[in-house]
């Protein structure tokens, strides 16, 4: 199943921050991580090989530490 993960809908009470990072250069480069892996995950979970579950699964943990990392930094700033 594809999905892309939104994170205005994960963490709806940072919208603004979310769809403005232009002024935090630190939420920025957390954010294109996300992205980044966000559309790498898309990619594979396309495919549907059974040789690419290590890989997907890897992924997709990476993703679910960045958005960690994405709350961690709007709740604490850190």
Do not use: Y
Not at 21 to 41: E, F, G, I
């Amino acid at each position: 199943m594809v999905a892309k993960h939104d994170l205005c809908q994960d963490l709806p009470e940072f919208t603004d921050q979310l769809r403005h990072p232009d002024q935090d250069p630190r939420l920025k480069a957390l954010l294109d991580r996300h992205a980044q892996l966000d559309r790498q995950t898309q990619e594979l979970e396309t495919i549907d090989s059974p040789t690419n579950v290590e890989q997907l699964n890897r992924l997709r943990r990476e993703r679910v530490l960045a958005k960690d990392r994405i709350e961690q930094h709007l709740r604490f700033g850190r």
